[in-house]
């Protein structure tokens, strides 16, 4: 899957859109977990809808595009989106699986009617069947097939939506904060869940949303870190958790990874202010006003995503000078960063 | 008449805090809808025309009789007369405001009593809610013009105001319940919890951490209230259980209509009037509720 | 015990309960005048010009017919068993015409016209609401308008309305009654031809107002269904718009037969007014005859015959809603 200069936009009564997508790259190889992380309200939930093809009504798609092997999507084409790719080629698990079931329809029946509306054929014995081998393969009960959303736990609903979200073998799977309403050992159950579908081949990239980078850091094998409607650092998991190029990286990952109480009160002082209004985003970076590194070029250009390495890519004025420094052979202000 | 009572809606999704419809108010969202301006307008009028006209047209006397049976309308007789030779028009004005008495005064009745039952209920939960909502739940269930009638017997000589408190006193349950699942809801709040460790009483907290929160909800079932309160009192009237002493109300026009068969005589001007201003207060009652319910609760806003 | 088994139960006590509190009300209401009840009718009878020998049959036979110098309990408990040999009492107007019967004759009348009128109501009014919610746009605003204000309308004020409208200034229908007045109720063709001619107007002013209610609660239950997380869920996965949509209506239609239970009491009473203004040969023509005549008995039988009729349809739509919501028929099976 990739996604080229995406941006996106809800329209609001006082006439100003709100840009929650702006200009978004990145792209899913086969068998890779991609985690997008983020505070609430950077664009994040708004990115998810997009690529699992379920836009709210009032969410305009207005540049670039995307697309999953041969089928691509346009701002031209973004609403006739042929029905049967949702589900079949991308599945979107959504953030409150609790509720994601209809509460007066046994699990077996819902399943059916997911196959039901990909494979016009399949009768009912056959569908259920296929979703007690596809649960029994993932070692759960196939019982569930016969229960009320009701009478099942918070955990085991939320892995019964997983199942069926996957159950049409999608490409991508997209996952939008799926693990928030859990408790610790039914996130790892998930997780695991997870890994399993992809090792198992049922699916083959999944892209994983979530403010939780901690969780992030166990599952993606890439990280992009979304602020205000944008990537601004994206690379390989151990490169972002281990060496953050970006302050805004900087800040997340010293805020949640070591949960220490002293820690804790340094987020705040590291991170003043709140996320950006997106009906008026600061000029330049968007970051700018919440950072400390920040300069006066900063608040007039935008800087670009450029390579860093490899496979990383960072949207930061200040990181540049850092890096040019280094490879100019100033190896102190780089432990000194390392130190900030 | 299902339409006139509030209905049980999912807890908590109607709670939208003060704040936050404040917050809206600003950002200029929640304009009234020209459906509030219309109704706003309407009821204006039928309190205009109730209240003031007797007093500008000096017609202060309903039952002067002013002309034979059923005389049609005339320069004389705006609306003709009814069966006892009685000026319509001005039965109409005397008619719509003894109804809007007894439906404020009934409305009132049946909020407070709603209020003070649901809140009770909702915040003390455990057996006092159980008591309180099965009782609500059985008055609910029994048809509540039958009460009516049978209250309407014992009490032998009805005034405007036994009328209106008869009426409140029957219909107040469906409040109750709203309200109820209103509190229960508000219950659990962080600030309800501050005040409590604060040493505030039950009342105090009633008073000062629910009610406040609840201030819409109130004046929504207020004017349900007053509008089913208006059709109540003129079904009872209609049956010959109104008001007595020479008052005049719709209902009570109505009731001589019907036994002195101008329907079927064709004598429109002595039941068309009363039918269409019934139907206008009671439709600009329930178009102010919606309206307001939407301004309260974008939820039920379309996109 | 199994869940299913639980609700019918509590339903049943429930039912028990309210019908005994329903007999206590009817006993007791009328009853609350201080001092001595059958005085204070006796003189209100008088001072509105009925006859000494009427008043005198009047008191005789309140005080046969309820032990009226016994304690209130007693003559409750009288009445309770009066109640179980079918004994509602004797009219004062017509005399010595059973309650009983007077309500037998008039009964069968208005369960065929309020019956049908509730359940063809209460459909098409659901399926108008949820059609309104789903489509949206003009013909949301068209239904949602024109069924806030049918359901404004005082059921009683359509009534008049509809019969000047069809009977007078446009004869289509029969003016009056059940039947024609040549005739007398049989089991014939013709008799059925021509009470169906009479049936048709009664029906659709009642038929209009439920339709009225019901659409504007099923479209707020609809709106509210279609934005939960289950519909997004679904559409996400392919599933096709009226499968949903078929989600949907299911599980808005659930708190409306709950509604349905709440407001036959509403329903009812208010079809005894129509009945009066198409002068219907049913129960409430009866009670407004009753009503002008200060014929006691009979007021309070056809109150009671009222109100055992909401309690049962209650209890029997009770019942029904635990076979119709999966959850509580799951149970029944002994599922967990």
Known sequence: ?340 | ?303 | MTRFQRYLLFKTIWFILAFFAALAANFFLPRMIPGNPVDAIVARLAAGGTEARALQRVHETFVREFNLDQPAWKQFLTYLGNLAHGDLGTSFAIYPAPVRDLIADALPWTVALQLPAILVGWLVGNILGAIAAYRGGWFDRGAFVSSLFVSAVPYYCLAILLLYGLTVHWPIFPSSGGYSYNRSPEWSWSFIGDALHHYWLPFFSLVLIFIGGQAVGMRSMAIYELGSDYVGFARSLGVPDNRVVRYVFRNAMLPQVTGLALSIGVLAGGALITEIVFSYPGIGTVLFSAIRQNDYPVIQGVTLIVLIMVLFSNFLVDVAYGFIDPRIRAAQRGER
């Open chain 2, 1 to 303: 008449m299902s339409a006139a009572v509030p209905r049980e809606q999912p807890a908590g999704w109607r709670a939208a805090t003060l704040g936050s419809r404040i917050a809206r108010m600003r950002l200029g969202v929640a304009v009234p809808s020209g459906r509030f301006r219309f109704s706003v307008i309407l009821l204006g009028a039928i309190v205009v025309f109730a209240v003031l006209g007797p007093i500008v047209l000096g017609r202060d006397d309903p039952l002067k009789i002013v002309g034979g049976l059923y005389d049609p309308p005339s320069k004389a007789a705006w609306l003709g007369t009814d069966n006892f030779g009685r000026d319509v028009f001005t039965q109409l004005m005397h008619g719509t405001r003894t109804s809007l008495v007894i439906g404020g005064i009934a409305g009132a009745v049946a909020t407070a009593i709603g209020v003070v039952l649901g809140t009770v209920a909702g915040f003390r939960g455990g057996l006092v809610e159980e008591a309180l909502m099965g009782l609500t739940n059985v008055i609910l269930t029994i048809p509540s013009i039958v009460v009516l009638i049978l209250l309407s017997i014992a009490v032998g000589n009805r005034s405007i105001v036994t009328m209106a408190i008869i009426i409140g006193v029957t219909s107040w349950p469906w409040t109750a319940r709203a309200i109820r699942a209103q509190t229960s809801s508000l219950r659990t709040r962080e600030h309800v919890d501050i005040a409590r460790m604060c040493g505030a009483g039950t009342l105090s907290l009633i008073a000062w951490e629910i009610l406040p929160f609840m201030l819409s909800y109130v004046v929504l079932a207020f004017v349900l209230q007053m509008a089913s309160g208006i059709l109540q009192e003129a079904a009872l009237s209609l049956l010959g259980l109104g008001p007595g002493d020479g008052t005049i109300s719709l209902g009570i026009m109505l009731h001589w209509s019907l036994r002195w068969e101008s329907v079927r005589t064709g004598a429109w001007w002595a039941f068309v009037p009363p039918t269409v201003l019934l139907t206008v207060i009671a439709f600009s009652l329930l178009l102010l509720q919606s309206s307001m319910d939407e301004f309260f609760n974008p939820r039920l806003r379309r996109k």
């Open chain 1, 1 to 340: 899957m990739w996604v080229a200069d995406l941006v996106a936009a809800y329209a609001t009564a006082s006439g100003r859109d709100i840009r929650a997508v702006d200009g978004v790259t990145f792209d899913v190889q086969e068998g890779e977990v991609l985690g997008i992380v983020g505070e609430s309200g950077c664009g994040k939930s708004t990115l998810a809808s997009l690529l699992a093809l379920v836009p709210p009504r009032s969410l305009q798609m207005l540049g670039g595009r995307f697309g999953i092997d041969d089928h691509v999507i346009s701002p031209e084409t973004s609403d006739r989106i042929p029905r049967e790719w949702r589900g079949k080629l991308v599945a979107l698990l959504p953030q409150r699986a609790m509720n994601s079931l209809n509460p007066t329809a046994r699990i077996g029946d819902f399943a059916f009617d997911v196959l039901r509306a990909h494979e016009s054929r399949v009768t009912r014995r056959q569908a259920i069947e296929r979703a007690r081998q596809r649960l029994e393969q993932l070692a759960l009960p196939p019982r569930v097939l016969e229960s009320y959303p009701h009478q099942l736990s918070g955990g085991m609903r939320q892995r019964v939506v997983t199942v069926i979200s996957t159950l049409l073998n999608p490409k991508v799977l997209i996952a939008d904060e799926p693990t928030s309403a859990l408790d610790v050992s039914s996130q790892k159950a998930l997780v695991l869940l997870l890994q399993r579908l992809l090792d198992e081949g049922y699916i083959s990239r999944i892209i994983f949303i979530t403010h939780d980078l901690p969780l992030l850091s166990n599952i993606a094998d890439r990280i992009a870190v979304f602020y205000a409607g944008k990537i601004v650092e994206i690379g390989p998991t151990k490169q972002i958790v281990d060496e953050p190029q970006h302050p805004y990286t900087r800040a997340l990952i010293s805020s949640t990874l070591v949960p220490e109480p002293r820690v804790r009160c340094q987020r705040l002082e590291g991170l003043p202010g709140a996320p950006p209004d997106l009906r008026m985003p600061p000029p330049g970076c968007r970051f700018h006003p919440r950072c400390r590194y920040a300069t006066d070029i900063c608040a007039r250009e935008e800087p670009p995503l450029t390579a860093d390495g490899d496979d990383r890519l960072v949207a930061c004025w200040w990181a540049n000078a850092q890096r040019q420094n280094v490879e100019g052979g100033t190896h102190e202000s780089r432990a000194a960063v390392g130190l900030a």
